[in-house]
């Protein structure tokens, strides 16, 4: 039985809003709503976990009831990375299944990205979505002149990331007992695990909501996306 968990703990305060930016309407629906439609779209996710924040508990009942998706409600913690292990916690699943890790303010998810997540991380282990680094970028040499760096092997991160069941939640029994955070899943899962995880290639729509200029990118997404992919409306 393979998992997704959404995160939807945060905040709206970089969007200069009281209101947590997961739930303000893109497209006349809560933006937290796309990402649990895709999932709930992809038939190998079987269970469905958003993590929230109990004061946002009725907003996430409706985003759930707008797309007429099931899911368990967990509380988050106060970071990133507590509300993440709070979510792993709450899989109940086979070592062996695989669970996906999603932050909710990255809407546009499409059947296409978890395909290819998925059958990597079943062959593998782990699978994490990446974009190449667009130039050009210089580094500082010793004597402080510029040289062009390059950037051919390094990759921007999206998610979701998958993992392995078994191996995700022992790489975050092992951080929380030496008090460490990672910035994403996949830095705790590559210090506190030895699961070969692959990076397959992004999407550049698959953007991660985070200012208000955001929201203008998010309205025009909204009105070309489905699960299934993309129109050139």
Do not use: C
């Not at 210089?138 to 392995?164: H, K």
């Not at 990076?199 to 929201?215: I, R, S």
């Amino acid at each position: 039985m393979h998992t997704a968990i959404v995160l939807a703990g945060g905040s709206g305060s970089r969007v200069r809003r009281e209101v947590n930016k997961v739930y303000l309407p893109v497209g006349e629906r809560p933006l937290l709503s796309y990402s649990l439609a895709a999932f709930a779209a992809f038939e190998p996710v079987e269970r469905l976990i958003v993590v929230i924040r109990p004061e946002d508990r009725a907003r996430a009942v409706d985003a759930l009831e707008r797309v007429g998706v099931t899911a368990t409600l967990v509380p988050g913690g106060p970071t990133r990375h507590a509300s993440e292990a709070a979510g792993i916690d709450a899989v109940d699943a086979p070592a062996d299944a695989l669970v996906a890790i999603h932050d909710g303010a990255r809407p546009f998810l499409t059947l296409e990205l978890l395909e290819r997540l998925f059958s990597t991380a079943a062959r593998h282990g782990g699978a994490v979505p990446g974009l190449p680094i667009e130039g050009p970028l210089e580094r500082i040499g010793a004597d402080g002149m510029l040289r062009p760096a390059d950037t051919s092997r390094l990759r921007r991160m999206q998610t979701p990331q998958v993992f392995r069941a078994g191996p995700l939640r022992e790489a975050y029994h092992r951080a929380g007992d030496v008090g460490f955070e990672g910035v994403d899943t996949a830095e705790t899962v590559g210090r506190f695990s030895d699961l070969d995880v692959r990076v397959v290639p992004g999407d550049p729509a698959n953007l991660k909501v985070t200012f208000v200029e955001d929201f203008f990118t998010a309205e025009d997404l909204a009105r070309r996306w489905s699960p299934k992919g993309w129109t050139n409306r």
